[in-house]
């Protein structure tokens, strides 16, 4: 018979597999999904489709516990359902419940997706690969932040005109958001309402930290000699 703590750490290796494939959507969604939500129904509709996509994946993709899973199968749920709803029967829609919704689904896939990193266990290259992951969900939580902020009080996140002409509205945010979270900030969009300046200045310290400090310390982590843990005979 295989030992039970082989069947624990068989399941730990696939969770890290997941990182990978999460990162691979996150990649998929940041660099060429949103920038088509500009080109008419069809890139919209593409849009929504690829969203829905990562919340399932993340849903997958972050589950640690039978309670943990139920819980962020509820929350992707409602905040899917709200989204497709608002987005193709406007009557019904709840932008600002559905940015909250979208909003904290990221950032409950940021957390576990951290946990599951830092969890137990040899450091290999799905972890780190998990770790950029969660970076690139944190630009993304912060872009339904500024949408958030934008829809309660208008005007908060002020683009130029050329700006307007060129970008959809949640295009512009993800934009706004890893512009400033890699602090490169072009200054095409800017933080108008003090609100948005915070989250701007907490997002743009996030993105210095975050690579000096978990990524780089990760990657010592991942370099140093592993231990492989013992098996019970």
């Given at each position: 018979m295989t030992p039970q703590?082989?069947?624990?750490?068989?399941?730990?290796r696939l969770?890290?597999?997941?990182?990978?494939?999460?990162?691979?959507?996150l990649i998929l969604i940041i660099f060429v999904v949103f920038p088509l939500a500009g080109l008419g129904w069809l890139g919209k509709f593409i849009v929504d489709l690829v969203i829905s996509i990562l919340l399932l994946s993340g849903a997958v993709a972050t589950k640690r516990s039978r309670t943990l899973t139920i819980l962020?199968?509820?929350?992707?749920?409602a905040g899917l359902a709200v989204h497709w709803t608002g987005a193709y029967v406007p009557k019904f829609g709840h932008p600002v419940l559905e940015s909250v919704?979208?909003?904290?689904?990221?950032?409950?896939f940021a957390s576990i997706t951290l946990v599951q990193?830092?969890?137990?266990?040899?450091?290999?290259?799905?972890?780190?690969?998990?770790?950029?992951?969660?970076?690139?969900?944190?630009?993304l939580v912060w872009s339904y932040a500024y949408l958030l902020a934008d829809l309660l009080v208008p005007g908060s996140i002020h683009p130029t005109v050329n700006a307007q002409e060129v970008m959809s509205p949640?295009?512009?945010?993800?934009?706004?958001?890893?512009?400033?979270?890699t602090t490169l900030g072009y200054g095409d969009i800017i933080p108008v309402h003090p609100l948005a300046r915070t989250l701007a200045i907490c997002e743009a310290?996030?993105?210095?930290?975050?690579?000096?400090?978990?990524?780089?310390?990760?990657?010592?982590m991942a370099l140093q000699p592993q231990k492989l843990p013992e098996t019970k005979s």
């Open positions: 703590p082989d069947g624990i750490f068989a399941r730990i969770l890290d597999q997941s990182l990978t494939f999460f990162l691979a959507i962020v199968v509820l929350l992707t749920s919704l979208l909003l904290c689904c990221l950032l409950a990193v830092f969890s137990p266990g040899v450091i290999n290259l799905h972890r780190v690969l998990g770790a950029i992951a969660a970076y690139l969900l944190i630009g949640m295009a512009r945010y993800v934009y706004f958001s890893f512009t400033t979270l310290l996030i993105g210095q930290l975050y690579p000096a400090v978990l990524i780089a310390g990760l990657l010592a």
